[in-house]
């Protein structure tokens, strides 16, 4: 026994309210509410892919978006542009919904394909946007129908003439699978004219580059592709340009274009370009994405390049991105089944 054992207890009590305090200075993971620690995404070199060849809509897309994220540092991290052609889009799509669903490090670029290969009958994806990450749309652009500049065609109404007369005289050629987005471009003017578009002999390439390689080497009578390709092949003098989907004229090369609706053919057509991610991304790893594609949009060197390409910008963010999405697959469902095309 202590002789002094008051001053035990004292110690003791003493000891005891030390080591609480320290215990309560020390932060409990379970109960605190301190911030987690910042996300060090993205941390290593980030791929973009286009789902075509080189040359087309999707190709000059993912390279603009990468050099001016690059230039602008608003991307620290090393970014790359890969081509996976095949199908329309469709045969990537099905390796980026099953075999990159975690892998954050890969994004993907793409358009109205996505929805499109998705709902067709023939030759249809399984996967769509909802296999996916919507992070953004940056742009939209419109289809074009063109012919060599040694054509007999001078405007779209002759050619809907002879197409009507003997819709398999003519090979019309797209850079993407039938009863994809270029198809429709390029039926959608005959159908409004009373063409049956299931008539019209289509080939398909894999992208836009092809197809004008198609048309220039006489392998093909017409075209249908994206309005931006094909500005510097007008200027050049190579192609004429009939009409675009547009639902006004369009500025730049294009300005002395009409659109079909000018031409007395009642359609019009709209191409959105967006980036996705794959489909568990994290909320960290999206937020990067929203905050990075926004503040892009919003970059003089953006507007520059969209200027240089002939695109017009629409951003919207993830959230109304795939909102827009659902409508424009209601859309597209509508369309392919009046055509024939749907699944």
């Not at 991290?77 to 892998?103: D, F, I, L, R, S």
């Not at 067709?120 to 996967?127: A, D, I, T, V």
């Not at 049956?196 to 992208?207: E, L, T």
């Not at 500005?231 to 192609?239: A, D, E, I, N």
């Amino acid at each position: 026994m202590s002789r002094f054992p008051w001053k035990t207890t004292a110690l003791s009590a003493i000891l005891a309210i030390s080591l609480t305090a320290c215990g309560g200075a020390k932060p409990d993971a379970s109960n605190s509410g301190s911030a987690e620690p910042a996300s060090k995404y993205p941390e290593k070199p980030i791929t973009v892919v286009a789902p075509s060849g080189a040359g087309g809509g999707w190709d000059k897309t993912a390279r603009s978006l990468t050099k001016i994220l690059g230039e602008t540092k608003l991307v620290g991290q090393t970014m790359t542009v890969e081509n996976k052609p095949g199908g329309g889009g469709a045969v990537y799509m099905a390796e980026y919904a099953t075999k990159e669903v975690k892998n954050p490090y890969i994004l993907l670029v793409n358009s109205p394909p996505i929805l499109i290969n998705n709902l067709k009958s023939q030759g249809n994806s399984p996967y769509g946007y909802q296999n996916t990450t919507p992070l953004a749309q940056l742009t939209k652009d419109f289809g074009a129908i063109v012919v060599a500049a040694n054509s007999p065609y001078n405007d779209i109404q002759s050619l809907m003439k002879d197409m009507k007369a003997d819709p398999k005289k003519l090979t019309v050629a797209g850079g993407s699978a039938p009863g994809s987005m270029d198809h429709l471009i390029a039926v959608l003017p005959a159908y409004k004219s009373g063409v049956d578009p299931k008539a019209v002999k289509y080939v398909s390439y894999d992208g836009g580059g092809e197809a004008i390689a198609a048309l220039l080497g006489s392998n093909a009578d017409v075209i249908a592709t994206d309005a931006s390709a094909v500005g510097q092949y007008l200027k050049s003098g190579k192609v004429k340009v009939l009409a675009v989907t547009s639902t006004e004229r369009l500025k730049g090369d294009l300005k002395d274009v009409p659109t079909l609706k000018e031409s007395g053919i009642d359609v019009d057509f709209t191409i959105w370009r967006g980036v996705f991610g794959p489909k568990e991304m994290s909320k960290d790893e999206l937020a990067y994405w929203e905050k990075t594609l926004k503040a892009l949009s919003e970059k003089e060197e953006w507007k520059k390049e969209l200027q240089a390409n002939g695109w017009e910008s629409e951003y919207r963010g993830s959230a109304d991105f795939t909102k827009f999405l659902g409508e424009q697959e209601k859309l597209i469902k509508e369309l392919l089944s009046a055509l024939g095309m749907a699944k």
